[in-house]
């Protein structure tokens, strides 16, 4: 559900808030999405509306409605499912239990979580498998936790306040051999951010990129784009050199490439800019 929320819903609209994709697709070439027709669907950027606007009222809902998932209460435990910035309440064993969380995924990983609650209560914070090295303290004191099901379960004074840190690794993922359009591929993933390449940082024909192992983060604070963490990783691209002009095949040659230095930004943002092509899955070296 994370990733669905962090990335499916949240790319169904631009930052302005006006505008609206009714496909997600994890690849786009506009010149295909303007001349092939089964691909018409598949918008470069996102349309101010549609004939049937199901779309905009559908992501409204959702966001409004995001406390339900956030927590859960089963066997007198508050369970903490999701992390974001908000202040929640919650009815547990006949009492008011007031969440504020104040989360950053930026150079470092921290989420300061206040509870306040009538008696002592029991919580399960979920360890997202995205984060590492997850520290739980109580001003300066760490908690020791037991680790049950994926949550990290701890009991606390009426009123608490928890700080939790951890590592956000770059990760790399592969889809099931099986899977053609993404055999020998990766996806990079950093926190619950699935990352992808645009042409605007890029170039064109993305599609003759392959990635390398090396990774760095770089918090941008992006005119178009707002504050956001971007990948910068080492690449390589495919030459097209001269003896492919006027030709369809020709007899195998080992390919030449060129290094590259990438830049991948977080899914979610792609289609802002100017109108291009983007990629999630990349060539793997």
């Known amino acids: 559900m994370e990733r669905a929320l962090y990335n499916t819903v949240i790319s169904g609209m631009a930052v302005d808030g006006k505008h609206f994709f ?28 549609f004939g049937c606007a199901c779309c905009p009222p559908n992501i409204a809902r959702t966001l409004t409605s995001l406390e339900q998932y956030i927590y859960s209460e089963m066997n007198h435990t508050l369970y ?16 008011i239990v007031e969440v504020e969380q104040k989360i950053s995924l930026q150079s470092e990983g921290s989420i300061q979580l206040k509870v306040k609650s009538s ?8 360890i997202p498998t995205w984060v590492e090295n997850m520290v739980i303290k ?7 936790y037991e680790v049950i099901r994926g949550y990290a379960v701890i009991t606390i004074d009426q009123a608490t306040t928890l700080n939790l840190t951890f590592d956000i690794p770059v990760v790399m993922h592969q889809a099931h051999p099986k899977v053609k359009d993404d055999y020998g591929k990766v996806a990079l993933q950093r926190g619950p951010f699935v990352y992808c ?20 983060t770089e918090v941008l604070n992006h005119c178009d784009l707002g504050k956001l963490v971007s990948i ?12 492919w002009e006027q030709k369809l095949y020709r007899g195998y040659e080992k390919p030449s490439f060129t290094k590259n230095d ?24």
Not at 138 to 144: M, N, Y
Not at 200 to 214: A, M, P, Q, S, Y
């Open 80 to 95: 903490v499912n999701l992390y974001m910035d908000h202040h929640g309440r919650v009815e547990m064993q006949k009492q």
């Open 119 to 126: 008696n002592p209560i029991k919580l399960a914070l979920r």
């Open 232 to 243: 910068k990783a080492k690449g390589e691209k495919q030459i097209i050199d001269k003896e």
């Open 22 to 49: 009714y496909v997600n697709p994890l690849e786009v070439n506009p010149e295909s999405s303007r001349l092939d027709p089964t691909k018409s669907h598949v918008k470069p950027t996102r349309p101010s509306w």
């Open 262 to 285: 990438l830049t991948f930004i977080p899914y979610h943002l792609w289609g802002n800019r100017t109108e291009g092509e983007m990629q999630v899955w990349i060539h793997k070296k």
């Open 138 to 144: 109580k001003e300066t004191k760490e908690f020791c």
């Open 197 to 216: 390449l645009e042409e605007e940082d890029n170039g064109k024909d993305i599609h003759l990129i392959r990635v390398l192992d090396e990774f760095k």
